[in-house]
């Protein structure tokens, strides 16, 4: 077979099985999301503290914080309870691949280089009550900042489960402009170590 022919052989199947792998992981993680209602509350959320670090005086900025209240309490409540269930599923589906891009059975071929996404669930948990019950003692404006970033990295991480790093990097820059590594930066000490540590393996 002519060695170009081959190449390209090689590179569709590959292509097509990752694609394979990845929409069973967006279904696995679309099942284990339905009977709660996160998405539609970090919505509210990230939304709602954009509106109040718009307001021009610190009443009114805590006036729209204080309505904000319910939902953040039901997102944290929902988000353990999420956590919790996809703990319960078994370690081969839910290891996530360190590698940048996305390549067909990562996970198996290089156990190494991966960490346990039930693991990494229940880092975003502890870090959501943590931000929630504001046990650092932030004012209003830098505890909206951090739940945000809270938020939003927890967002990262669904999305590098689904596809890889390197997408969930590029769509949280896309729709938040917001770098990877400034969401890193911006979480609490007690999200952004052990999140590091399983991540990046160090």
């Given at each position: 077979m002519d060695p170009f022919l081959l190449v390209a052989f090689a590179a569709t199947s590959a292509w097509l099985l990752n694609g394979q792998q990845q929409r069973r992981r967006i279904v696995l993680l679309g099942q284990q999301l339905a009977p709660y209602q996160i998405e539609r509350l970090m919505q509210t959320l990230t939304q709602g503290y954009l509106r109040a670090m718009g307001e021009a005086?610190?009443?009114?900025?805590?006036?729209?914080?204080?309505?904000?209240?319910?939902?953040?309490?039901?997102?944290?409540?929902?988000?353990?309870?999420?956590?919790?269930?996809?703990?319960?599923?078994?370690?081969?589906?839910?290891?996530?691949?360190?590698?940048?891009?996305?390549?067909?059975?990562?996970?198996?071929?290089?156990?190494?280089?991966?960490?346990?996404?039930?693991?990494?669930?229940?880092?975003?948990?502890?870090?959501?009550?943590?931000?929630?019950?504001?046990?650092g003692g932030l004012g209003p404006r830098e505890r909206a900042f951090a739940m945000t970033a809270e938020l939003l990295l927890m967002q990262h991480s669904c999305h590098w489960f689904c596809k890889s790093r390197a997408v969930a990097s590029a769509r949280v820059m896309a729709r938040h402009q917001t770098p990877h590594a400034q969401l890193v930066a911006a979480v609490s000490p007690g999200t952004r170590a052990p999140y590091l540590r399983l991540t990046t393996g160090a």
């Open positions: 005086t610190p009443e009114r900025r805590q006036q729209v914080l204080d309505v904000l209240a319910t939902s953040e309490t039901q997102l944290c409540e929902q988000f353990e309870r999420f956590a919790a269930a996809f703990a319960r599923l078994p370690a081969e589906d839910t290891r996530v691949s360190r590698l940048a891009f996305g390549l067909p059975f990562a996970t198996q071929l290089l156990p190494a280089a991966t960490f346990d996404m039930r693991e990494l669930l229940a880092v975003h948990a502890r870090g959501i009550a943590h931000t929630l019950r504001n046990e």
